[in-house]
């Protein structure tokens, strides 16, 4: 899996940086990047030197295939500051390898690990002034890979530029979540590219995910595209129900995101004597639960919003509300357990941070 | 579903053509386009000015959305030219209705019909010169629409780019083609995207179709994800099969794009007097049909190659051989009748033919 290539760094840095004229207290998310921007291009079937260079816009013939085709996969992680201006990254491992499964499955060549590690520590390292210390802020970096050949043959590009952009974030949704559970429209298919973080995942879910905003819910979680009966994912997060004590969720397939944020809470349950099954779950069993009252919590988890509360769930015209959520709720638990390791406020036992 | 604006085309044309410099006896397809390109911006709820301007490479911000979430769809049609210099669109309306029904599902504004017609004949009317006449020879044509906020959130778009973009075409596939039948790979979902010209469908089918090719295979034929029973179809093709003297094809759903060769094949074998169904095929239907010798011809249909005849496939690990085929297949009959309606040497009985 591992692998390296030799050329050098070359960094360009601006002239001045802008961090001074940010708004950190009002701060879109996305929508604002840093000073700098990593990238490298694949061409002749190598990899190109590796460059950090200012932030700035691309030249790209209208013909790439990008554009067409929607030949690109992309990473979400973060990168966090501590009370001492410490900065660290949180399994950033996870990413790398995965960036490199999603792009084996889109015929993307696979990124370098060394230029990954090298260019992601030194533009973090160049741009730390823009992350924010405070359990809440951080640092949201952005890899990403798109085929860039001007050709519009329908077959894999020959040539390809691998970026990382940086956009200083704050917690991601924003008040209680409503979702609804998918009965038509779906995800992804068995032998499709659902486990992956391919562009054209995402695309692909707005229009229904508007339908449901429209009619009052933030998300859809994901069903199984044949038979809706078995619960996956949501858009950008997986997904844990607690029923009694136990929490739930669905197995990795081919069909759902392997998150970085569903394995460290699954083994922050272990570490933390919290019963959890990874197991596949009917809709049926959770409308069940909820009838019952041991259903006691959903949350969506990924790295954008660490966890996420869900208030309510609709299924077949039926709306279902989940008990309040308070300081002794398995979400509330696991997010600050989360948070303060990742910010460098607990102990890390199982080796997930790494200083940059 | 009709829909119109009202700003004016505005034209920049090239200060001197390029087309005197290419050779059109060798030219691979999609990597050379013509002097011009239309283009049309969506932002603050509209669609702005459309304009055609010289071919050339945009500038983009990285943080683009096409790039992150495939928030982009296309259209493929041809213009023909015959022997007098006369130039054809071939059901332009159907494209226009696609490319607006595949936009629906991505989330994106629909374009202006006026615009898009426009749009389209001045473009090819400016180009003209760049269609070689003969059977065979014609202009290429790519509307597509990519997402072009700089944001990273994932989420619709609020501005767009509407592109048309132009390449001279000869045959597309050439040579036999051999299919692999998917076993374990999938190309759409049902409640998917599927049915939609989505940029993200075509880089999902680009490592299987490369392990394909890897054995031998030109193109794979796409079945049903969840069982794997049922032919749905190709990577850019519908599929059409024919045992003993009946022709079938599978019929449209939200997982199989809505072909304009298909509907037209559909049309011209009523036309002609051949018997053709539209209904659900498995997989072991054509197995049984190549076994008893009842299975006569099987070929993809689709803009660029007009008619690609399938010498064999693959499908469990078995090799079954079609006959080959000659100037009374389904596929070359139908193929010339195809063309020479594009190429106005035949009478349009249908309407098809739009001259420009
Ligand atoms: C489809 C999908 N599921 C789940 C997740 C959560 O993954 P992670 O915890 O690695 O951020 C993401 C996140 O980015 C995602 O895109």
Redesign the interface.
């Known amino acids: 899996m591992s692998n390296t290539a030799n050329a050098k760094l070359q960094i360009e840095k601006v002239k001045e940086s802008r961090v001074s004229s940010i708004d950190f207290s009002d701060l879109?998310?996305?929508?604002t990047?840093t000073d700098h921007?990593f990238y490298c291009d694949y061409k002749n079937g190598a990899w190109q030197e590796p460059k950090i260079v200012p932030?700035q816009?691309?030249?790209?013939?209208?013909?790439a295939r990008?554009?067409?085709?929607?030949?690109?996969v992309?990473e979400g992680m973060k990168a966090y500051k501590d009370d001492n201006g410490k900065v660290f990254l949180f399994r950033p491992d996870q990413n790398f390898k995965r960036i490199n499964k999603s792009a084996?499955?889109?015929?993307i060549p696979e990124f370098p690990e060394n230029y990954f590690f090298e260019g992601l520590k030194t533009l973090v390292n160049m741009d730390k002034a823009w992350i924010q210390p405070g359990v809440g802020n951080s640092l949201?970096l952005?890899p990403?890979v798109?085929?860039i050949d001007?050709?519009?043959?329908?077959?894999?590009s020959e040539s390809y530029r691998f970026?990382i952009?940086c956009?200083p974030a704050k917690a991601y949704y924003k008040g209680t979540v409503r979702v609804l559970i998918?009965e038509?429209?779906?995800?992804?298919?068995?032998?499709?590219?659902g486990f992956a973080k391919?562009?054209?995942?995402?695309?692909?879910?707005?229009?229904p995910?508007?339908l449901a905003q429209d009619r009052g819910y933030q998300q859809v979680i994901w069903t199984d595209?044949?038979t809706?009966t078995y619960l996956e994912e949501a858009?950008?997060m997986n997904v844990f129900f607690r029923i009694n004590d136990t929490l739930i969720t669905a197995p990795i397939s081919d069909r759902i995101l392997d998150g970085v944020t569903r394995k460290s809470l699954i083994q922050l349950a272990a570490d933390n004597d919290i019963p959890c099954e990874v197991r596949p779950i009917k809709v049926s069993e959770i409308v069940e639960a909820s009838k019952d009252g041991s259903l006691k919590e959903i949350f969506g988890a990924g790295t954008a919003a660490v966890i996420s509360p869900i208030s309510a769930f609709e299924f077949q015209e039926q709306v279902y509300e989940l008990p309040e959520v308070n300081e002794h709720s398995y979400s509330s638990r696991l997010k600050s357990k989360m948070l303060n390791i990742q910010h460098n406020l607990a102990e890390d036992k199982n080796g997930w941070r790494m200083e940059i």
């Open positions: 879109a998310f996305g929508k990047f921007m932030y816009p691309m030249t790209i013939d209208p013909s990008v554009f067409h085709y929607g030949q690109a992309f084996a499955r889109l015929a949201y952005r990403f798109i085929a001007s050709a519009i043959a329908a077959a894999p970026m952009i956009a998918a038509k429209f779906s995800r992804s298919a068995s032998g499709g590219v391919a562009a054209g995942n995402y695309a692909a879910q707005f229009y995910t508007k595209a044949d809706h858009g950008t």
